[in-house]
């Protein structure tokens, strides 16, 4: 069946640098896309989210950029802090299927060093 | 801090127990869900409501049974369950119908389940 996945599993980065984090998904008919923070014990925590209209949204600190050509979502964190340490799941929904169905990523441990 | 409450936060049960985990939004949301996480793995979707009613089973066992009392509640009553239904339970819910303005999930911060 189609699904969302990611190309790396863990990432490792110095405090202040900046991370990305991609995502590839397969569903063509996705139109609405979730990036999520997981901490450790903790529910996942909404970030950005972008419709595919879109190519490209920003919030703080947090960027979202969307290739519908190749089908593929990344994740930017500028200047990355120790608190961004977290696993980062991509989502996707196709709405005209369900609204409902939010389909995650495999998710991506972030590993910030001080 | 979330805004989905879930109780209990952990809960060690017996395989022949019946056990329930509840979940509460005060945010107006008319879709609530039930999610399973395992270790290191993405959240899967179990069931959802939509205006006190079950909208999607994603074929979960019998042995969870979902109930939405009202528009504010969500349970998972859990009965005979297995060692590999141990996991994280998240209740999430969400904004409904034509109108809704963003499809996002406001995920609770999960009852952790241990079956013995």
């Known amino acids: 069946g189609e699904s969302v996945g990611l190309h790396l599993p863990t990432l490792s980065v110095q405090e202040g640098d900046n991370s990305i984090i991609n995502c590839a998904y397969s569903n063509s008919a996705s139109d609405y896309f979730i990036w999520y923070k997981q901490e450790s014990g903790k529910g996942p925590q909404f970030i950005i989210d972008i419709r595919s209209n879109m190519d490209k949204r920003q919030g703080q600190r947090v960027t979202v950029l969307l290739n519908k050509t190749v089908k593929h979502l990344s994740l930017q964190i500028a200047a990355t802090q120790p608190g961004d340490s977290a696993v980062y799941f991509c989502?996707?929904?196709?709405?005209?299927?369900?609204?409902?169905?939010?389909?995650f990523g495999k998710g991506t441990l972030l590993t910030v060093n001080p | 801090d979330t805004e989905v409450t879930q109780t209990p936060k952990h809960l060690v049960m017996g395989m022949t127990n019946k056990k329930s985990l509840k979940c509460e939004q005060h945010m107006g949301h008319r879709a609530m869900y039930w999610y399973k996480q395992k270790a290191k793995k993405p959240p899967e979707l179990m069931f959802v409501?939509?205006?006190?009613?079950?909208?999607i089973n994603e074929s979960v066992p019998s042995r969870f049974s979902p109930e939405c009392p009202n528009s504010s509640l969500l349970n998972l009553h859990l009965h005979a369950l297995q060692p590999e239904d141990s996991a994280l339970y998240l209740c999430?819910?969400?904004?409904?119908?034509?109108?809704?303005?963003?499809?996002?999930?406001?995920f609770g911060e999960g009852s952790r389940l241990t079956v013995l």
């Open positions: 989502a996707e929904n196709d709405s005209g299927g369900s609204n409902y169905k939010l389909t």
């Open positions: 409501y939509s205006y006190e009613k079950l909208s």
């Open positions: 999430a819910s969400s904004q409904e119908g034509g109108d809704r303005v963003t499809g996002e999930l406001f």
